[in-house]
């Protein structure tokens, strides 16, 4: 059964620079009728999320009753607007757009919290005289897109500093990995603000590089699954969470045959199997680790202590209670599955694939 589409007009990002299964066990594959919905998240081909894949890959979303398409992240449209028109059912948004979805009291929801640690920050080269924050006097950062100016930004601002405090000048460099590594090596640009896959690609182009973001920066629910209102009452949504809680789970649980999966389906990824497998590490143990009771539990407090940058620099007039466009009904029962189900589905797509878990 395919999710049907509608929808009116959404209005630009937060910087313009930049029903249910029931309570208990999965119900088996077949008892159910299977609903197919089409996802948009950040970046349709990395492993970063690698539930993307793992889901259906593990037969996870087959035991839930679900099927999503993977729709082409490589868009210029806000996803929020795939919301308004129907062409995505579920779209994945960072922090600053959801809190334009707030500002604009748009009729969606934040349903599930997918990193609850953020993947952007600045970093520099490894030999780099600038050891912190506080040393980025008169310096010049690249960034991977223009949506990396609220990271510099917000970063600068947990130091009570500013861009035009500090002197610094952004440039967009763009997320190819040599030309990031060659800017940063070449001294045309400081440091470098962007997410994990940039960090990655510049590593891999051969640069060492060193983090300097402040921790209390990144914790915040870097990306999140929205639905829109009218979803709410539907039954796709919990089978969707639920298949993507489990995918989170089989993560520790077995992170070589994780690896494996993304090795088969995004061998781009892999030229390098160091940089393939720090990815997936950085993914399983850092950006998408569980930091509270539920996986994908919505924070309240982290929404509304994370608004205040926004505030100060005019993109919001005011705080907006996270009740306004966060929704959780679904996590308790999308966290209640059978861990030995997840197990099993492992254990059964390793005996399928022996070949893929050497390299």
Not at 100 to 106: A, D, L, S
Not at 161 to 178: C, F, H
Not at 193 to 220: C, H
Request: with cysteine; hydrophobic share 40%.
């Amino acid at each position: 059964m395919k999710i049907g589409r509608s929808g009116p007009t959404f209005v630009g990002s937060i910087l313009s620079a930049a029903a249910l299964l029931g309570f208990g066990a999965v119900a088996p594959a077949g008892a159910q009728d299977v609903e197919e919905i089409d996802i948009l998240t950040a970046n349709s081909s990395t492993c970063t999320n690698y539930v993307q894949f793992v889901g259906p890959e593990l037969g996870l979303a087959d035991m839930n009753g679900i099927k999503w398409n993977l729709l082409n992240s490589e868009t210029t449209i806000p996803f929020v607007a795939f919301l308004e028109t129907g062409d995505a059912q579920v779209v994945m948004l960072d922090s600053a757009q959801v809190l334009q979805m707030g500002k604009t009291n748009f009729p969606a929801k934040v349903v599930y919290e997918i990193y609850s640690f953020a993947t952007e920050g600045i970093v520099v080269p490894a030999d780099s005289e600038i050891k912190s924050l506080a040393d980025l006097k008169d310096v010049t950062i690249g960034l991977a897109s223009d949506r990396d100016q609220i990271t510099t930004i917000i970063t600068m601002d947990s130091i009570g500093e500013s861009l035009e405090s500090m002197n610094i000048k952004t440039v967009v460099v763009g997320d190819a990995g040599p030309v990031m590594a060659n800017a940063l090596s070449s001294g045309q640009i400081d440091a470098f603000a962007g997410g994990s896959s940039d960090r990655n690609n510049i590593v891999a182009a051969g640069l060492q590089i060193r983090n300097i973001t402040p921790v209390e920066v990144s914790e915040n629910p870097a990306n999140n699954y929205a639905i829109s209102d009218e979803s709410l009452e539907a039954s796709w949504p919990l089978k969707f969470l639920r298949t993507y809680a489990m995918g989170q789970t089989a993560g520790p649980m077995d992170t070589r045959a994780i690896m494996a999966i993304c090795r088969k389906l995004v061998p781009e990824q892999w030229e390098k199997p160091d940089v393939g497998e720090r990815l997936v590490n950085d993914a399983v143990y850092i950006y998408q680790v569980s930091r509270s009771r539920l996986r994908g539990e919505i924070r309240p407090w982290i929404w509304e202590r994370i608004q205040g940058p926004y505030i100060k620099i005019g993109e919001l007039d005011q705080l907006i209670p996270a009740s306004e466009f966060t929704d959780d009904r679904f996590l308790e029962d999308a966290n209640t599955f059978e861990t030995h189900d997840v197990y099993k589905a492992i254990q059964a797509w390793k005996d399928a694939n022996p070949e893929a878990l050497t390299w």
